[in-house]
C-alpha cells in the first residue's frame, strides 16, 4: 500500500513551543503534500513538496522531505492555539494512479 | 470569493433510504473528488471526473453512484445506505488529473444514518 503513516498520532504541546510531524510512505512519489482539518470541517492545502526539493518553507511552516528514506516532517514553529487541528500528509506516486493517497494523521493540540 | 461547497452540512437519513450529497464550485476546475472520511482516518478517495469522464476507485462499493451534469456541480448518490456509510463525505477540486497540484476541498457533509 502507498499510505502513508503519520507519527505521532497524538500531540499536545504548549502555545509558542515548535510542533513537528512526520510522515512515512512506502512508494517512489512525484510529490508530497500536507493538509490542514480542523474539527468537522474540510482539508485546506498548506503546502507541497516535490520529490525534487529537500526543503520548502511557508510562513511559520517548514517542510522537509527526504526521498531516501521516504519520509517528510512537518514543523510548525511559535504555535498559536488556532493551530489546533488535524494534520494529513497525501503522496502522489510516480507510478500506478495519479491520486493522492492520504495518512491517517496528526491530531495536534496547542494549549493556551 | 472562489470555492467548493456541499449542501448540506449535515444529513439525517434512514438504512436504506436513498440519499443525495450536492457539491459544487466556483474555480471553474476540470476535476472534482468525493472522498470518504470516518472519524479519526484518513479521507479515502470514492471516485473522480476528470471533465465528464468517470474514474471510479476499485474498492468503491457499487451502492456508491455519481454524476456530475456540468462543471460546476457534482452529486454523491447512496442508494441504499448502512450503518457503516456513516461518514463525512468531502467534495475537492483541482486543476489537473495529474494530482501534482493543490486539491481544493468543500467544508464537508457529514451524514447519519439512523
Known amino acids: 500500500s502507498q499510505q502513508g503513516e503519520e507519527d505521532p498520532q497524538a500531540l499536545s504541546i504548549q502555545e509558542g513551543e515548535n510542533a513537528t510531524m512526520n510522515c512515512s510512505y512506502k512508494t517512489s512519489i512525484n510529490n508530497l503534500q500536507w493538509y490542514r482539518q480542523n474539527s468537522g470541517r474540510g482539508l485546506v492545502h498548506l503546502i507541497l513538496?516535490?520529490?525534487?526539493?529537500r526543503e520548502k518553507h511557508s510562513g511559520r511552516l517548514r517542510v522537509t522531505l527526504d526521498t531516501s528514506k521516504k519520509s517528510s516532517s512537518l514543523l510548525i514553529t511559535a504555535s498559536r492555539a488556532a493551530d489546533t487541528a488535524s494534520y494529513f500528509c497525501a503522496t502522489v506516486a510516480i507510478q500506478g494512479a495519479q491520486k493522492l493517497v492520504f495518512g491517517q494523521g496528526t491530531r495536534l493540540t496547542i494549549n493556551p | 470569493d472562489a470555492m467548493v461547497i456541499q449542501n448540506p452540512r449535515y444529513q439525517v437519513t434512514q438504512f436504506g433510504k436513498p440519499v443525495t450529497l450536492s457539491c459544487s464550485q466556483t474555480?471553474?476546475?476540470?476535476?472534482m473528488y468525493w472522498y470518504q472520511q470516518k472519524s479519526s482516518q484518513a479521507p479515502k478517495l470514492l471516485f473522480h471526473?476528470?471533465?465528464?469522464?468517470?474514474?471510479n476507485e476499485a474498492d468503491t462499493p457499487d451502492n456508491f453512484q455519481s454524476r456530475r451534469p456540468n462543471t460546476s456541480f457534482c452529486f454523491l448518490d447512496i442508494r441504499s445506505p448502512g450503518l457503516g456509510d456513516a461518514a463525512m463525505y468531502l467534495c475537492?477540486?483541482?486543476?489537473?488529473?495529474?494530482?501534482?497540484?493543490?486539491?481544493?476541498f468543500g467544508p464537508g457533509t457529514r451524514l447519519t444514518v439512523l
Open positions: 474555480l471553474n476546475h476540470n476535476v
Open positions: 471526473y476528470y471533465d465528464k469522464d468517470f474514474n
Open positions: 513538496i516535490r520529490s525534487n526539493e
Open positions: 475537492a477540486t483541482s486543476t489537473r488529473q495529474i494530482s501534482s497540484d493543490t486539491q481544493y
